[in-house]
């Protein structure tokens, strides 16, 4: 089973559709869970639910994403 991690900021992290985060593609709020499923180019890559049954991944900042204990 994969680890659940969270947004551990008061802030939303931004969402990018490749690692040079040329395009955001959403936001994860703050609190909010998700997956990482890996790490590229010093960015986390994450799988978050954006709304009931749709999911999304994308890259994000690794420092506000935490594993959620």
Do not use: H, W
Request: aromatic share 8%; glycine share 10%; net charge neutral.
């Amino acid at each position: 089973m994969e680890k659940m991690y969270f947004n551990s900021t008061p802030n939303e992290i931004p969402v990018f559709a490749d690692s040079a985060q040329s395009q955001r593609i959403g936001k994860l709020y703050a609190g909010s869970s998700c997956q990482c499923i890996g790490e590229e180019e010093g960015l986390a890559i994450i799988l978050y639910r954006i709304s009931a049954g749709v999911t999304k991944v994308g890259f994000a900042d690794p420092a506000g994403v935490r594993a959620r204990v």
